[in-house]
């Protein structure tokens, strides 16, 4: 009772595949686990939308950054005046 897929060549061609899968595996694995790669990248995509074309600071982001300051700077005021 032999089937076709017992043949050497369909179990050669399933062994590949299945060796295929797994080093697509460990390949999304590491680059999973890269923290590294990982950080660089996700830094380098906060500057790419803190930042113009040109390289210079989005203002309506500077806009932001200085009221958030200047909010922090009232309130820690205000709590040591109280």
């Not at 830094?43 to 939308?49: A, I, Q």
């Not at 203002?59 to 909010?71: E, G, I, K, M, Y």
């Amino acid at each position: 009772m032999s089937d076709i897929r017992d043949t050497p060549d369909a179990i050669e061609a399933d062994i590949e595949r299945q060796r295929d899968e797994l080093a697509a595996t460990v390949t999304q694995l590491h680059a999973r686990l890269d923290v590294k790669t990982r950080a660089k990248g996700k830094v380098n995509d906060l500057k790419d939308r803190a930042t113009t074309d040109a390289g210079k600071p989005r203002p309506d982001l500077a806009a932001v950054a200085v009221l958030a300051v200047v909010a922090l700077v009232g309130l820690v005021v205000w709590r040591s005046r109280r």
